[in-house]
């Protein structure tokens, strides 16, 4: 079937066109695919065919792409333990991991299995991918019914970036489990004190600035991490940073309700592909009339960005002393003033000849003393 499966992707364009091989007005609107998604098996035999082919749908003039597919993503295999028994003819019976009660180490190694069924030992085969023949798959309906499946869909994203293979692990489960109680708790909490007014940029105060950047630097993360980098893991953990942030901010100032309010809209809204279903209650609980699936993708406010101080570290020949926050526009020379006045870098250059002060704008400032 390698014939078929090398340009099922150009007939996908015009699956209905009975005139020939491909509908070459549809192939050439929709081709090459933008993203192709499949395992690292295919490397060497399919995506070789697929290329060959589609060159060859060039030359005869059925499309005009060179190319079949613009961005290629090999996904990594879920790994999950696999326990059995030796037989008596030499062969091995597999037990399901649900089927297994271990014991682990302080490293969470497993050191001891046995079968829950006759509580007798099982040897442990070690971490290798799921699979029919091992007996090591895992049931998603049974965690769904346990978690719900934004909980499985949350904790596959982000136990691994998608190219790399990712280990089954309960207790990552339960922590996406409760990363999403969390964002529940955080939103109706926040829903319960009344509406909240607009964002008013000119009357904020300075821990509300931070907020309001963290929300707008977690939007442009996460948009580059989901659109261009596809390392949803990532994503993720941009937005449980950001609401780390929103959880230091605890009064009630009407402006404090109001950054407070974009930073959750803005969790909710960039979390919806990943856990659509509970932020679809999320939404509406936020005061939105409109679906998540139809609200539009938040966009980065470069203004709100902005940083009026930054961290600045200081180092005595390239060694940490000390940090200090400056004004985002300090100039070298009040950066090298600010260095060498510094207690704890005074401390460590006490008794020595400053030879050098290396200043690299906005990161850090290395004295060199001997």
């Given at each position: 079937t390698f014939?078929?499966?090398?340009?099922?992707?150009?007939?996908?364009?015009s699956?209905?066109?009975?005139?020939?091989?491909?509908?070459?007005?549809a192939?050439?609107?929709?081709?090459?695919?933008?993203?192709?998604?499949?395992?690292?098996?295919?490397?060497?035999?399919?995506?070789?065919?697929?290329?060959?082919?589609?060159?060859?749908?060039?030359?005869?003039?059925?499309?005009?792409?060179?190319?079949?597919?613009?961005?290629?993503?090999?996904?990594?295999?879920?790994?999950?333990e696999?326990?059995?028994?030796n037989?008596?003819?030499?062969?091995k019976?597999?037990f399901?991991?649900?089927?297994?009660?271990?014991e682990?180490?302080?490293?969470?190694?497993?050191?001891?299995?046995?079968?829950?069924?006759?509580?007798?030992?099982v040897?442990?085969?070690?971490?290798?991918?799921?699979?029919?023949?091992?007996?090591?798959?895992?049931?998603?309906?049974?965690?769904i019914?346990?978690?719900?499946?934004?909980?499985?869909?949350?904790?596959?994203?982000?136990?691994?970036?998608?190219?790399?293979s990712?280990?089954?692990?309960d207790?990552?489960?339960?922590?996406?489990?409760?990363?999403?109680?969390?964002l529940?708790?955080?939103?109706?909490?926040?829903?319960?004190?009344?509406?909240?007014?607009?964002?008013?940029?000119?009357?904020?105060?300075?821990?509300?600035?931070d907020?309001?950047?963290?929300?707008h630097?977690?939007?442009?993360?996460?948009?580059?991490?989901?659109?261009?980098?596809?390392t949803?893991?990532?994503?993720?953990?941009?937005?449980?940073?950001?609401?780390?942030?929103?959880?230091?901010?605890?009064?009630?100032?009407?402006?404090?309700?109001a950054?407070r309010?974009?930073?959750?809209d803005?969790?909710?809204?960039?979390?919806?592909?990943?856990?659509?279903?509970?932020?679809?209650?999320?939404w509406?609980?936020?005061?939105?009339?409109?679906?998540?699936?139809?609200?539009?993708?938040?966009?980065?406010?470069?203004?709100?960005m902005?940083?009026?101080?930054?961290?600045?570290?200081?180092?005595?020949?390239?060694?940490?002393?000390?940090?200090?926050n400056?004004?985002?526009?300090?100039?070298?020379?009040?950066?090298?003033?600010?260095?060498?006045?510094?207690?704890n870098?005074?401390?460590?250059?006490?008794?020595?000849t400053?030879?050098?002060?290396?200043?690299?704008?906005?990161?850090?400032?290395?004295?060199v003393?001997?």
């Amino acid at each position: 079937t390698f014939m078929e499966s090398s340009w099922y992707y150009a007939r996908f364009c015009s699956p209905n066109y009975d005139k020939g091989m491909l509908d070459p007005a549809a192939a050439n609107y929709w081709l090459p695919v933008d993203q192709y998604i499949g395992g690292i098996e295919h490397a060497i035999l399919h995506l070789l065919y697929a290329r060959f082919f589609h060159k060859l749908l060039r030359d005869v003039g059925l499309v005009n792409s060179s190319e079949p597919f613009k961005r290629l993503l090999t996904q990594g295999m879920v790994l999950a333990e696999t326990y059995y028994r030796n037989e008596a003819n030499g062969g091995k019976t597999w037990f399901n991991p649900a089927d297994v009660t271990v014991e682990r180490d302080g490293k969470g190694q497993v050191v001891r299995a046995v079968l829950k069924s006759d509580g007798e030992p099982v040897e442990i085969g070690g971490v290798t991918k799921m699979s029919k023949s091992k007996n090591n798959g895992i049931d998603p309906q049974a965690i769904i019914d346990q978690h719900g499946a934004d909980t499985v869909r949350l904790f596959m994203m982000f136990a691994a970036p998608p190219e790399q293979s990712l280990e089954w692990s309960d207790s990552g489960v339960e922590g996406a489990h409760r990363f999403l109680k969390r964002l529940w708790r955080m939103v109706n909490e926040h829903t319960a004190s009344g509406e909240a007014p607009a964002v008013d940029p000119a009357n904020l105060n300075g821990a509300q600035k931070d907020l309001r950047r963290k929300t707008h630097e977690t939007i442009a993360k996460v948009s580059d991490d989901i659109s261009r980098r596809l390392t949803f893991n990532t994503a993720i953990a941009a937005v449980m940073e950001l609401l780390n942030e929103v959880g230091r901010l605890s009064d009630d100032e009407p402006q404090t309700r109001a950054v407070r309010q974009e930073a959750l809209d803005t969790a909710v809204l960039v979390l919806s592909p990943i856990v659509p279903h509970i932020c679809h209650n999320l939404w509406q609980a936020l005061g939105h009339s409109d679906t998540v699936v139809d609200a539009s993708w938040p966009v980065a406010d470069e203004s709100a960005m902005v940083r009026s101080e930054i961290e600045v570290v200081l180092q005595v020949n390239g060694k940490v002393r000390a940090k200090e926050n400056v004004p985002a526009d300090i100039g070298k020379t009040d950066l090298e003033k600010l260095a060498l006045e510094n207690e704890n870098v005074m401390r460590f250059t006490d008794g020595k000849t400053v030879r050098k002060v290396i200043v690299v704008p906005g990161k850090l400032v290395n004295v060199v003393a001997n």
